[in-house]
């Protein structure tokens, strides 16, 4: 029985929006880490939950060491998720929520979907129905409309007539495989309204002699074994680990644009994984030891031609509710421990930038994949968000990298995508 109208029969149902603010992000002008911060943050939007199990979060230490948590994350409650609440670990989700610029309605299009798509799995077919509806009354929004650019409206509104469609034979089928196609179809939306969104160039002093990312970009890399082994990976048989990753330079323009710039020119051709011990995979070592970076070990990173020094990369941290990240700190030591981060280290496959105990600015080349599947701890309790720089999430086959040992090499790694938003240094 189709239980919801198609997009003609919704109209009397919809919902106007009063509020036009968008949520955005943008960058702070040149200066240490923002000044300009809202006075409520708000870390309890949906996606941006940091919820992660305590249960192997000391073998963290042995990554590369942070400092202690602050006494401010006792309050950490009033700032992110807290206990049981819904944890969100899938990439695709926790991407569409750091996307710019996007109206609340388009936002909240999107956590009915997700919500819809849970409850169906837990045979909640009740309360999936419920957020199909509140998500197709939303659709009709003139603020989304409105957001989209001029070019894209025409495939808007049909992308937008797509996502009721499926709504439509979600509920009438009970599965969650039309409300998957409902939410490609809305990434796409999403993504066209990001595309309006005027990114800021981070401080002048960063990126002096670094690249940044402008927007997004899409990773693709394959490992092998050596001596053309075999991976078995969950009772598996593979030949290669072939992963995809999105970097996100909205929340991480240094971190990601350096990433990307290394892949570009081929640096991570080759090299050896470095460490995989079930919390992490990490590679980027050009000495081989995978040793923690330290000013003194000047080939434990990147050495641009022509040059004698390292590369260096700053800690890139942005807080939930700032209007940029904040630099040369960590959350803790600037007074705000336990407060939720932007991209979050929840998803299985999150990347990481690594750095060395006491050294924020020690980043080049070096990064890790988190293994750990995030539970039931509320965001910002744990040794990662806020410490380390979360600059992307694994979004194909994240699961093959368990299978990832020590001497594995990554035989190719190419931008499929984006390379056109890396900005080199003038």
């Not at 909240?108 to 997700?114: A, D, I, P, T």
């Not at 800021?200 to 927007?215: M, Q, S």
């Not at 290669?240 to 350096?258: E, F, H, S």
């Not at 020690?362 to 701890?377: H, I, K, N, P, V």
Request: with cysteine.
């Amino acid at each position: 029985m189709t239980l919801l109208a198609s997009a003609p029969a919704t109209a009397g149902r919809l919902s106007s929006l009063t509020d036009a603010s968008l949520v955005e992000h943008p960058f702070p002008q040149p200066r240490r880490h923002v000044a300009a911060m809202s006075d409520e943050p708000n870390p309890s939007s949906p996606g941006r939950r940091m919820l992660t199990s305590s249960a192997g979060m000391a073998a963290v230490s042995a990554l590369l060491p942070t400092s202690p948590l602050s006494p401010s994350v006792a309050h950490a409650k009033e700032l992110a998720s807290g206990s049981g609440s819904v944890v969100n670990k899938d990439p695709e989700s926790l991407l569409r929520y750091g996307l710019p610029a996007q109206p609340k309605d388009v936002v909240k299009v999107q956590q009915q979907l997700e919500d819809a798509e849970r409850n169906f799995q837990k045979f909640l077919s009740i309360q999936a129905e419920g957020n199909l509806r509140t998500a197709q009354g939303k659709l009709k929004s003139p603020e989304i409309m409105k957001a989209v650019p001029a070019a894209s409206k025409s495939e808007a509104e049909k992308l937008l007539a797509g996502i009721d469609a499926d709504i439509v034979k979600a509920a009438d089928e009970q599965t969650t495989g039309p409300v998957k196609d409902a939410l490609k179809k809305l990434t796409t939306v999403q993504e066209m309204i990001a595309s309006t969104y005027a990114q800021p160039v981070p401080p002048a002093d960063y990126i002096k002699n670094r690249p940044w990312l402008k927007g997004r970009a899409t990773i693709a890399m394959q490992i092998e074994r050596p001596g053309g082994q075999k991976f078995d990976i969950q009772n598996t048989i593979y030949d290669k680990v072939d992963i995809t990753m999105v970097v996100d330079g909205y929340t991480a323009p240094i971190t990601a644009g350096n990433f990307v710039d290394l892949v570009q020119r081929g640096f991570y051709n080759d090299f050896t994984i470095q460490r995989s011990d079930g919390f992490v995979v990490q590679t980027g070592d050009p000495s081989g030891t995978g040793s923690p970076i330290s000013q003194a070990k000047s080939l434990n990173g990147f050495v641009p031609p022509g040059s004698e020094a390292v590369r260096r990369i700053p800690l890139e941290v942005f807080v939930v509710g700032d209007k940029g990240p904040i630099y040369d700190t960590n959350f803790d030591d600037d007074g705000r421990g336990g407060y939720a981060s932007v991209l979050p280290f929840n998803a299985y496959g999150a990347m990481g930038m690594a750095i060395s105990e006491g050294e924020y600015d020690s980043g080049s080349s070096q990064f890790f994949w988190l293994l750990f599947d995030s539970d039931l701890t509320p965001g910002g309790k744990n040794l990662l968000d806020g410490r380390y720089a979360c600059f992307g999430y694994t979004v194909g086959n994240p699961e093959l990298l368990g299978g990832v040992q020590e001497g594995d090499k990554i035989t190719s790694a190419k931008v499929i995508s984006g390379i056109e938003n890396l900005v080199q240094p003038s």
